[in-house]
């Protein structure tokens, strides 16, 4: 990603280190081979471009130089020492993709031999095998006949038991051994090819086959592993949750009347959660009657395990309510570090009743569903979820998680990071002029949010029906938004449950959209993903 290029910048080659009629001079820093495309960036001229024809290395022509060659190769156009040099097509890529798509490479295949056998008045016999030592045998349902004009020879059966270009196998060898001069009609020979090689596809594919001993254990397990002990299967009415920003927004969430609250994860404002912060925020949710559960970060890449590992041990000395994962790597180790009770992010993708059985674990308390679900098909997922569900019904949504930061990128001229993100804010304008927020996370990630607020406060006559969970996602909300947000649909939502009058919904939807500044959407719920 680029601010000041967006197509393909290529490979970087290295710099030139001479230009003279022959053409340039460079110490290679990646591979380079004849038929490889190339681009310069000139000081003086914008780029320049060259097709490799022909390199020369210690004064002889060469197809190919490893890096750390210094090579020589023509170029047309004005370039000079010191130009940087891209390779932006490579030959042996694309050679390569062109084989891996050919169907018929024999490299991407499974050699297979076939033997043949048979006497006038008996079936034909064909076994197979593979190299894994499976073998079948299969048997033609007529006999064979005398050849009057066209008798099976070893070039026919090649050229018939060779026709495998759908099937992961190639024929490698064939053995012939059929006595005398006999017939088969060619579609019955066909027929006896398909029946081989299905019947030795499906003996290669038993060996990664569960046992039936593991089919039983599956089945008896279903879903049901996922019931907490302690818990009954479904909730008789939604609940609040909050993922607050800060512990300003803890407490205005727990004073608001949010009965769930999540704390960590991404740090997206500049709040820093440690330990103290997390006993906190724990002991205010406590006070106010709810629960605080702490979110693990998304994204949780090796390099920073330092900095993410630590959230578990966070969670467990602040006897915090659960810990919340977003990936599985995540799910692993607090199942393996903690014997706390596990949530599971809408990040995980949850679309339909198998991923719940992938992920039974008896101290899962919660599944936020998918954001890509309509809500039709979120009511269905609520009927056959073993564990209450959880539902994303407000607050900025997040499009793109990336390494890159364009903010960063803009600090100076070298591109080096001042950290202007902690005390401005930014956002990505696109041609529409619509604008979409960019904030950073403590591992120096840029989280691209939509334009437009996920709203479904005017959908909570439906939402009260289901026994689902709803989340307000406020993660980047100041505590005085908040505090406005949550108390506006704890109360909308206790009016709907007992029968009362919510009031203006268009007006309060309005005083949304003046809050952020932001418009709002119903996102997925009700046109589904296109």
């Given amino acids: 990603m680029s601010f000041t290029r967006p197509n393909n910048r290529g490979l970087y080659l290295g710099r030139i280190k001479a230009v003279d009629a022959a053409g340039v001079t460079l110490r290679l820093e990646t591979e380079l081979r004849q038929g490889d495309e190339i681009e310069i960036w000139v000081k003086k001229g914008g780029r320049a471009t060259a097709a490799i024809d022909r390199m020369i290395v210690d004064g002889k022509t060469v197809n190919a130089a490893a890096a750390g060659t210094v090579v020589r190769f023509p170029v047309r156009g004005k370039v000079y020492p010191g130009d940087r040099v891209f390779k932006v097509y490579s030959s042996h890529v694309a050679e390569t993709t062109r084989k891996a798509l050919d169907p018929d490479n024999p490299a991407f295949k499974i050699p297979c031999r076939?033997?043949?056998?048979?006497?006038s008045g008996e079936p034909l016999v064909l076994t197979c095998s593979d190299d894994q030592g499976h073998h079948v045998a299969v048997r033609s349902e007529i006999a064979l006949q005398p050849a009057i004009k066209r008798p099976l020879t070893v070039e026919v059966l090649k050229e018939q038991l060779g026709r495998l270009g759908n099937t992961p196998f190639y024929l490698a060898d064939i053995e012939y051994a059929l006595e005398g001069e006999v017939m088969l009609p060619l579609s019955a020979l066909n027929q006896l090819r398909r029946e081989a090689v299905d019947q030795l596809t499906q003996k290669r594919l038993q060996a990664f086959s569960p046992s039936t001993d593991v089919q039983v254990q599956i089945a008896r397990r279903g879903v049901g592993n996922m019931v907490p002990a302690e818990a009954g299967n479904r909730r008789s009415r939604p609940g609040l949750s909050v993922w607050a920003a800060d512990l300003d927004g803890v407490y205005e969430a727990a004073l608001a009347g949010a009965e769930l609250i999540y704390a960590g994860g991404d740090e997206l404002t500049g709040f820093s959660w440690d330990q103290a912060a997390f006993s906190r925020a724990v002991a205010i949710a406590r006070e106010a009657g709810a629960k605080l559960v702490v979110g693990m970060p998304r994204i949780n890449?090796?390099?920073?395990?330092?900095?993410?590992?630590?959230y578990?041990?966070?969670a467990v000395k602040a006897q915090a309510d659960g810990i919340i994962v977003s990936d599985l790597g995540g799910w692993e180790m607090v199942r393996s570090r903690t014997d706390l009770p596990i949530y599971l992010n809408y990040t995980l993708n949850f679309f339909n009743r198998w991923a719940?059985?992938?992920?039974?674990?008896?101290?899962?308390?919660?599944?936020?569903?998918?954001?890509e679900l309509t809500l039709s098909q979120v009511a269905a997922l609520a009927e056959v979820s073993p564990v209450p569900l959880e539902c994303v019904i407000h607050g900025p949504l997040e499009l793109m998680v990336s390494e890159y930061c364009p903010i960063g990128a803009l600090g100076s001229p070298s591109g080096s990071c001042n950290r202007d993100c902690r005390n401005h804010s930014f956002v990505l304008r696109d041609r529409l002029q619509m604008d979409f927020p960019v904030f950073t996370d403590q591992f120096c990630r840029m989280h691209l949010l939509n334009a437009n607020d996920l709203c479904l406060y005017g959908e909570l006559e439906r939402l009260a029906k289901l026994p689902l969970v709803l989340r307000l996602e406020l993660k980047t909300y100041t505590p005085q938004q908040t505090a406005m947000v949550v108390n506006a649909y704890r109360y909308a939502l206790n009016q709907r449950l007992s029968g009362g009058n919510v009031g203006d919904v268009e007006g309060m939807m309005e005083q949304f959209k003046r809050l952020t500044g932001r418009g709002i959407t119903k996102g997925h719920f009700f046109r589904g993903v296109e």
């Avoid at 076939?114 to 006497?119: E, K, S, V």
């Avoid at 719940?356 to 954001?371: E, G």
């Fill in 356 to 371: 719940f059985r992938f992920m039974a674990d008896r101290r899962i308390r919660q599944i936020t569903v998918s954001l």
């Fill in 312 to 314: 578990p041990e966070y």
């Fill in 301 to 310: 890449r090796e390099e920073h395990r330092p900095l993410w590992e630590r």
């Fill in 114 to 119: 076939m033997h043949i056998a048979g006497r």
